[in-house]
Structure formats: structure tokens, C-alpha cells
């Protein structure tokens, strides 16, 4: 695999715990029974079947998945994969590449309170979202965007969202980046969906739950 990237969501409101349940690691069933709702533990059991799916079509079977110290999930037993996951709502995402990648999904709630951009976004981009002509849709951009770096970065709490600025004009890129970090940005629906990493990609792929089963 070279200059790989792909990236994959799955509506996962009616997942069947029953069926999914069993298909999980015993590592990733101890996440899932942390969880007290039915919903959370759908989000945490189809984030981890779709990741699964998407490395089997790329060949990548029986994956040792473990953490590093910053809470980051990694493959141990291949070299040359990533692959990042994200949920909201009734949606879970996964992004998987030959190189470092972070994958944001967001449900793009019209009553989001600004003001969290206005604490912790750089003012350029809270400036931004105050002139658009939709200032939630346009605080999402910027939201998953961001999330996405810092799970590219993979530093958890270490780097908070007014460490870096966003710029979104003709390209979106990271303002002083020295790493040639490339995004992409879709509309899911009612969601928005965002990876940081190494290679733009124009696709994104819906997976159904009979593909997770």
C-alpha cells in the first residue's frame, strides 16, 4: 500500500448488539461494557467493526490493536497502517491510511453555543464563524477539522484547540505547518466529517450494518 488513504461511515442507530457483540475483541468488549446505554455501547461496537472491515479489505486480519501512553490506538502486529475513529450521535467514521492519520465525526447541531469557539478557537477562526452566513455549520467545520489534528498528533489534553490555527480559503491547511499536513472535509448528512494526515482524497465510502456483521 502507498499513499493510501480511505475513509468510511456507518449509521449505527439500529446496530443489533445482540450480533455485534460477539464479533468484538474481549478488549474491546471491556470498553463496550463500560458504557451504561445501549447507544454508547452501538457507537463503541460499530466504530470497532467498521475499523476491522476496513483493515480486512486492506488485507490487515487479526489486528493487535494497543494504546499509546497519550490514549492513541495503534496496530502492533503490522507495520505501515493507521487508522483513526470517531462517533457522534448515531454515526461512526474510520479513516485508514499507510500514514499517520486523525478522523473526526460530528452531528452539526444547529443550538451549538458559540461562545466554545469564542474560548478556545484562535480569534481569526471565531471570527470566521461569526460572519458566515451559518455560523454553526461553519463552527463544525472548524470543530472536526481541528479534532482530527489533534488525533493526527495523538497528545490527548497536551494539545488543546487554541495550540494551532485553522485556515479555510481555497485550501484548508494548518497555519504555520511544517509537516505538509493535507485535510478533508464532507457532509455526512446532517454530520460533518474531517481527517488530518498525509494524502486529500475526494471519496468517502457509507458502509451499511450488514457489512459490520
Known amino acids: 500500500m502507498t499513499d493510501m488513504i480511505k475513509i468510511a461511515y456507518c449509521n449505527v442507530e439500529n446496530l443489533d448488539l445482540n450480533k455485534a457483540y460477539p464479533l468484538v475483541s474481549a478488549k474491546r468488549k471491556e470498553k463496550i461494557d463500560f458504557y451504561r446505554f445501549n447507544k454508547d455501547k452501538r457507537l463503541s461496537c460499530g466504530a470497532y467493526l467498521l475499523a476491522e472491515k476496513m483493515l480486512a479489505e486492506e488485507g490487515i486480519v487479526n489486528p493487535n490493536f494497543e494504546t499509546h501512553k497519550f490514549g492513541k490506538t495503534y496496530i502492533s502486529n503490522y507495520e505501515n497502517i493507521y ?35 469564542k474560548n478556545y478557537f484562535f480569534n481569526s477562526e471565531y471570527e470566521n464563524i461569526k460572519r458566515s452566513k451559518n455560523p454553526s455549520n461553519e463552527f463544525f467545520k472548524y470543530w472536526v477539522l481541528k479534532e482530527s489534528y489533534m488525533k493526527y498528533c495523538g497528545l490527548g489534553f497536551r494539545l488543546e484547540l487554541s495550540d494551532f490555527e485553522i485556515v479555510i480559503d481555497s485550501e484548508i491547511r494548518l ?39
Open 175 to 213: 497555519k504555520n505547518d511544517i509537516h505538509n499536513i493535507k485535510f478533508n472535509l464532507f457532509d455526512v448528512g446532517r454530520y460533518k466529517l474531517a481527517t488530518a494526515g498525509h494524502f486529500k482524497t475526494k471519496e468517502v465510502n457509507e458502509y451499511s450494518l450488514e457489512d459490520l456483521y
Open 83 to 117: 487508522f483513526n475513529i470517531s462517533h457522534s450521535k448515531n454515526m461512526v467514521s474510520c479513516a485508514v491510511s499507510d500514514a499517520e492519520i486523525g478522523c473526526d465525526i460530528e452531528f452539526n447541531d444547529p443550538q451549538i453555543d458559540l461562545n466554545i469557539a
